[in-house]
């Protein structure tokens, strides 16, 4: 099982053997596939968790438009509770702050399994103070043929690949980015990290 440990400052995965980490580039940029302590993001001077285990802090609130829910036994290999999404004709998991956060620079992390199917074709967003959604970032640009079955990968997206840097956020969205039905995707943990 893999080894999960929450820092003060929110979650970081280690050591997992079946999880690989995957740094998401805007349109034009090489991706990457990295370990997680070789990738070159900026210090998190704090982390928000917007979901684990099951659950959405008080502060955050759940805003999405995909049928989901918020705690089904997880696939193995990663936390015991997952959300569990059935993504279609572009719904959406949309995780909102009324209180923006301002930040300089930063990124997300999600941590995703494909399920017993996999290829799921999503996109990342950060949503800015104004209700407006940036640049989604399109997983095809990390995995081809969609998310790969039945393994956990942690995705990173860094801010100012989805909106400019500097801007007010208020969200998160994962949304379907191929306007069909799409097999169940699990989510185990999101969590933002303001640049120091």
Not at 50 to 74: E, K, T
Request: hydrophobic fraction near 45%.
């Amino acid at each position: 099982m893999m080894k999960e440990k929450r820092q003060a400052l929110g979650l970081r995965l280690v050591a997992g053997a079946v999880c690989s980490f995957v740094l998401a580039t805007a349109p034009g940029q090489a991706a990457a596939v990295r370990a997680s302590s070789a990738m070159t993001l900026p210090r998190c001077a704090r982390t928000v968790s917007l979901y684990y285990g099951g659950r959405i802090p008080n502060s955050w609130q759940d805003w999405s438009w995909a049928p989901h829910a918020l705690a089904v036994p997880a696939p193995s290999g990663g936390p015991a509770q997952a959300m569990q999404v059935n993504f279609a004709n572009y719904s959406g998991i949309f995780l909102h702050s009324a209180r923006a956060l301002h930040l300089r620079d930063g990124y997300v992390e999600m941590l995703l399994n494909g399920g017993s199917q996999g290829g799921q074709q999503l996109t990342i967003s950060f949503v800015s103070g104004k209700a407006t959604f940036g640049h989604g970032v399109d997983l095809r640009t990390l995995f081809a043929q969609g998310l790969p079955r039945a393994r956990w990968v942690g995705v990173v997206v860094r801010l100012h690949d989805s909106l400019a840097a500097g801007v007010a956020v208020t969200g998160v969205v994962l949304q379907d980015g191929s306007g069909i039905l799409q097999p169940a995707v699990y989510v185990g943990a999101i969590s933002l990290c303001e640049a120091a």
